[in-house]
């Protein structure tokens, strides 16, 4: 009689352990997922601190860049007998 109680009882824990098992399995992996999103978002915000950290570092390249690109296209568009305002205006 002792041994069937002991079958059953060991029969209800291993069920229990299952489902045990199956629960940490889920929380486990809802974890990982929440894990993933937070090392996203921390990847794009240092992505982003890079990138603000170049452009500021080569702010005079830029500007220069940017000057000569606008130098020469005055000087292009000069040449070419409009002006650097434009042709004329036609009503």
């Known amino acids: 009689m002792a041994g069937i109680f002991?079958?059953?009882?060991n029969l209800v824990s291993s069920i229990f352990e299952i489902?045990?098992?199956f629960i940490s399995t889920v929380l486990s992996a809802i974890q990982s997922v929440f894990?993933?999103?937070?090392?996203?978002?921390?990847?794009?915000?240092?992505l982003m601190s890079g990138l603000v950290g170049f452009?500021?570092?080569?702010?005079?390249?830029i500007g220069v860049l940017v000057a000569a690109?606008?130098?020469y296209s005055?000087?292009?568009?000069?040449?070419?007998?409009?002006?650097i305002t434009g042709g004329k205006k036609r009503t």
Request: net charge neutral; aromatic share 12%; proline share 0%.
């Open 19 to 21: 489902f045990q098992g």
């Open 55 to 61: 452009i500021l570092g080569n702010i005079v390249i």
């Open 6 to 9: 002991d079958g059953l009882s």
């Open 69 to 71: 690109f606008v130098g």
């Open 74 to 83: 005055a000087y292009t568009q000069k040449n070419r007998g409009g002006g």
């Open 35 to 46: 894990g993933l999103f937070q090392n996203l978002i921390a990847s794009v915000f240092d």
